[in-house]
């Protein structure tokens, strides 16, 4: 469970939730990834990190859904446990009195969560409901082309509702105010345009993995290791870009989205996330898109072996 001196710490400091943050503990020299609710009463405290850019990067995964929630029971009583894909443990909760209250908790803590935005966050949907955008006419029989996901937040008393539209094949999204359906109706729409353009360029090559500034020189990387990828792309000083860099593994299966960047003209260089992947055989893919030009290219990097270590040593409290 919780380490009660880092909690008083963090309620003490923490802004106002529900929020997700990072925090330093001058003394230990570690830093923690937390999650506080709309009281400030930390809901949730992750394993010690050796630097806090490493508690920000657990916490970036997490936003992306890539652990799992458990319910667990001591003689002290009933405690949330979150785990990496691979096993890991990343985070635990206080201690509560029944099951009821712990599995309360857990629900605050999903509603909290988000696979993209700053740190603090919108507050925590009250529903989340899924739209599916329906095959054209005469397309019966297969799953849907398009798939779209909106959610609601409560706001101040008074003040319309907020709401967020994201595409789930990209998930790329939007925020917007009060039940603006036309904005939806033109979210919507411009996707459905991009899913029809032209076929993806596409390039062989062209991502260079960057480790402190420079090009890793082996085919291995640590997932406890911050990367960068370098996208061998000239894109024109005024053309905007949307750039997403996925981890495939050799072995097949899904790709997983660990980077993401927009921005305008020069280099296209982003960070990179691959803890909370099994080690393996995987190649990086990027899709990166041109507003402008309305030209989308497809690039893939050499193999490389993922060693699956952990981030920072675990210390028992």
């Avoid at 930390?42 to 657990?58: H, T, V």
């Avoid at 700053?118 to 009250?126: I, K, M, V, W």
């Avoid at 090009?215 to 960068?228: D, K």
């Amino acid at each position: 469970m919780t380490d009660k001196a880092i909690s008083k710490a963090i309620e003490g400091s923490a802004p106002g939730g529900p929020a997700f943050g990072a925090h330093t503990d001058v003394e230990q020299e570690k830093s923690y990834a937390y999650f506080v609710n709309q009281q400030g009463r930390l809901l949730l405290l992750s394993k010690p990190y050796s630097s806090e850019r490493f508690a920000e990067s657990a916490l970036q995964r997490f936003r992306e859904g890539r652990f799992t929630a458990s319910l667990c029971e001591d003689e002290q009583g009933w405690y949330l446990e979150i785990k990496t894909e691979g096993g890991k443990l990343f985070a635990t909760s206080p201690t509560f009195a029944s099951e009821a209250e712990a599995a309360s908790a857990l629900e605050e803590v999903e509603a909290g969560e988000t696979k993209s935005g700053p740190p603090n966050f919108q507050p925590a949907p009250e529903k989340v409901a899924a739209r599916e955008i329906p095959p054209a006419a005469g397309q019966s029989g297969g799953p849907p082309r398009y798939s779209f996901r909106l959610d609601f937040y409560k706001a101040e008393k008074g003040a319309p509702v907020r709401g967020r539209i994201e595409y789930s094949l990209t998930q790329e999204n939007a925020a917007f105010n009060g039940l603006d359906m036309e904005f939806v109706r033109s979210f919507v729409a411009r996707r459905i345009q991009e899913a029809e353009a032209p076929p993806v360029q596409y390039r062989e090559g062209g991502i260079l993995i960057i480790e402190n500034g420079r090009p890793v020189s082996q085919g291995f990387l640590a997932t406890a290791q911050l990367f960068e990828a370098e996208l061998a792309l000239d894109v024109p000083g005024g053309e905007k870009y949307d750039a997403f860099v996925y981890a495939r593994p050799l072995a097949g299966g899904q790709q997983t989205l660990i980077g993401r960047k927009r921005g305008q003209g020069g280099p296209v260089r982003l960070r990179i996330f691959p803890g909370g992947l099994p080690g393996g055989l995987y190649r990086l893919t990027a899709i990166v898109h041109l507003e402008q030009a309305d030209t989308s290219f497809a690039l893939s990097s050499q193999l490389f072996h993922l060693i699956d270590e952990p981030e920072a040593e675990s210390v028992t409290v």
